[in-house]
């Protein structure tokens, strides 16, 4: 049982790049959402979608585009990376559509954009 | 809107000691629900022990529990018996029923000494 997965684990960016990082569940989960980690600043929410079809905006969401075309797979778009885009993303699922609190996460994904 | 507070960036303790970890939040709601979630390094965050709001009595798993303060908003964890595998960041997060969103601090940073 893979949990969630997320690729890359790191990746370099110059400013004005694009790239996709991917986050898949195999647990069947109708929840699931993406996160920053930023220091002294904790984990910030990105997006997030209740169900295929379904996505919404979190608390950070401006640079970011998101899409949920499968229960499974929740990709996360930078269309045009930007220094301040430097972080550690966690995607994190959810069994219920209705959040219940437990997060399932990924081992985070190391994003620098020089 | 909610808030989580953790007034404690990093603590250290020597293995085998009892350590507190401190958490408030902010909120108008009666009824929610409280976490705390555990980061060690480089492996993923998992949920520690969750709290609901309308139950007075304190959440306890194993050597963690949790000594909840509705009136004061506050929401301290207590890892007693403390070992090497307990050194890890440690958020504590904070969800409304029927919402989408979990909040999260700023986290701790705990160090286990031998």
């Known amino acids: 049982n893979a949990g969630v997965t997320q690729t890359p684990k790191f990746q370099v960016l110059k400013t004005g790049q694009s790239m996709t990082l991917q986050c898949a569940q195999d647990m069947n989960h109708e929840y699931m959402s993406w996160y920053r980690q930023d220091p002294g600043m904790g984990l910030r929410l990105i997006h997030y979608?209740?169900?295929?079809?379904?996505?919404d905006q979190g608390e950070v969401p401006n640079g970011y585009n998101v899409s949920r075309s499968t229960t499974e797979d929740f990709p996360l778009r930078l269309l045009s990376a930007a220094p301040s885009q430097t972080s550690v993303y966690f995607c994190?699922?959810?069994?219920?559509?209705?959040?219940?609190?437990?997060?399932?996460f990924g081992e985070g994904s190391r994003l620098t954009v020089l | 809107a909610q808030t989580v507070t953790q007034s404690q960036p990093e603590m250290s303790v020597q293995e085998a000691e009892t350590v507190t970890l401190s958490c408030t939040y902010d909120t108008s709601e009666n009824n929610y629900y409280l976490f705390w979630y555990k980061q060690p390094p480089s492996r993923q965050m998992i949920l520690v022990i969750r709290?609901?709001?309308?139950?007075?009595q304190n959440a306890t798993e194993n050597r963690f529990s949790v000594n909840f303060q509705k009136a004061a908003k506050s929401f301290s964890l207590k890892i007693s018996d403390s070992q090497l595998g307990d050194t890890a960041m440690y958020f504590c997060?904070?969800?409304?029923?029927?919402?989408?969103?979990?909040?999260f601090g700023k986290g701790t940073r705990l160090h286990i000494l031998p």
């Open positions: 997060a904070f969800m409304k029923p029927g919402d989408d969103k979990i909040i």
């Open positions: 994190a699922s959810s069994y219920s559509r209705i959040l219940t609190g437990e997060l399932f």
């Open positions: 709290q609901e709001a309308y139950k007075q």
């Open positions: 979608s209740v169900g295929a079809g379904i996505t």
